[in-house]
Each structure stands twice: as C-alpha cells, then as structure tokens.
C-alpha cells in the first residue's frame, strides 16, 4: 500500500521559475526522502529530512517537513530543463522501519 | 561495485514461464529491497533483507513471487507462473547498516513483459 500522497500529479513551469511538490502521508515517521526519477528507471536520492527537523536545504532544494499535518514539501528553486522527471517521497514509519514506502508521484515539467 | 547491479536490464517471457531477475548491491550494504514500479505509478514495495534473512515479506503479492539472499549480498527474486499482470520494471535497492536514517541506492531496474 502507498502511504505518501505527492500533489499535484503533474507540474509544467517555465524555466527558471520555482517548482513545489508537496507529499502527505498517513502514520508517524522516522524520516522522510525524496528521491528522483528519469525515464522511469533508477531512483536517485535527493535529500532525507529526520522527524525531529522542520527544514532541509540541499543547493537549489528545499524540503520542509510538519509532523503536526503529516505533510512535507519540495521546493526546487531556479528551475532548469535538466529537473524534468518524476519526483517522489518516500517515508520510513517508526513502525516497519525497514521499508521506504513511496507515493505516486510528481511529473515535474521544465520548458524551455 | 560502484553502484546497484540489476540484470536482465529487460526482460520479455511468456504467460506461464519462470523467471528470475538479479540484484548485485553496492558491497558491505547488509540491507537490500526489491520494489516493484507499473507505468505512472511508484515504487510497490515487495520484500527487504537484512544480512541473508528476508526481514519483511509483506509485500509479496502472492506465492508465486519469492526471493533469496544466501550469502547476503546477491539476491534473486524469482517469479514462478508468470502473468500478464506482473509486467512491470523490478527496482533493486541497497542501503548501509543502520537503515532507519539513511538513504537507498537503487539500480535502473529490469523491465519485465510477459506476452
């Protein structure tokens, strides 16, 4: 079963412009990632963010993190075309630690 | 290696047919998951290893999917029966000792069709 629930489904924006993708989900967390996908192929870590953290910065990332509203959000600044993929975020429950369960995901599209 | 190994990069079988997809992890990584991605969808999570023991099977879909880790690094999941329904692209990941806070390497999977 899915836990996280990213919106929107798709995203299209112009380049340079800023990307947010948000991520809910459903039972208490250890952490939360973000991972990334081109082609529908290997995932790539992004970030990871700890429960007891309320915001992350990775170069043009942004991830904040609410416990209270077990939600999350993934601002990517200054969009270039390269950012084009899917983006998903992935929690690991203090329950069943041992598994990173995924959302649906985002399609992320950057025009030129 | 340098990085998660998965192979067949893909492969097409026939309704009915065994196969078998394998997972090479970056090494010294104890714990290793296998997913499982259908089109526009993300990653089903289906089985994870710590070491050669299967810690969580939950979500295999049913007995004909199993997987095996005998000396704790390669691991093959294998599907027996295969059906149209299990087409999809098998993700393999691999992640350091002390899973709860760190991240997973994952391979660029293997796209399976059953015809």
């Known amino acids: 079963s899915q836990q996280g629930e990213e919106d929107p489904q798709a995203l299209s924006i112009q380049e340079g412009e800023n990307a947010t993708m948000n991520c809910s989900y459903k039972?208490?967390?250890?952490?939360l990632q973000w991972y990334r996908q081109n082609s529908g192929r290997g995932l790539v870590h992004l970030i990871l963010?700890?429960?007891?953290?309320r915001e992350k910065h990775s170069g043009r990332l942004r991830v904040t993190l609410d416990t209270s509203k077990k939600s999350s959000s993934l601002l990517i600044t200054a969009s270039r075309a390269a950012d084009t993929a899917s983006y998903f975020c992935?929690?690991?429950?203090?329950?069943?630690?041992?598994?990173?369960?995924f959302g649906q995901g985002t399609r992320l599209t950057i025009n030129p | 290696g340098a990085g998660v190994s998965q192979t067949p990069s893909n492969k097409v079988t026939e309704k009915g047919k065994y196969v078998e997809l394998r997972c090479d992890p970056i090494?010294?990584?104890?714990?290793l998951y296998w997913y499982r991605q259908s089109l526009g969808q993300g990653p089903e999570f289906l089985i994870y290893?710590?070491?050669?023991?299967?810690?969580?099977d939950s979500g295999l879909p049913n007995d004909r999917f199993f997987a095996v880790r005998p000396e704790g690094s390669v691991s093959t999941l294998k599907i027996q029966r295969t059906e149209r329904g299990d087409s999809a692209v098998y993700l393999c990941?691999?992640?350091?000792?002390?899973?709860?806070?760190?991240?997973?390497?994952f391979g660029q999977g293997t796209r399976l069709t059953v015809v």
């Open positions: 990941a691999s992640s350091s000792p002390g899973v709860v806070n760190t991240e997973a390497f």
């Open positions: 290893f710590q070491g050669t023991g299967a810690a969580d």
């Open positions: 992935a929690t690991r429950s203090i329950q069943g630690a041992q598994k990173l369960v």
């Open positions: 963010i700890r429960s007891n953290e």
């Open positions: 039972t208490s967390i250890n952490n």
């Open positions: 090494s010294g990584h104890t714990a």
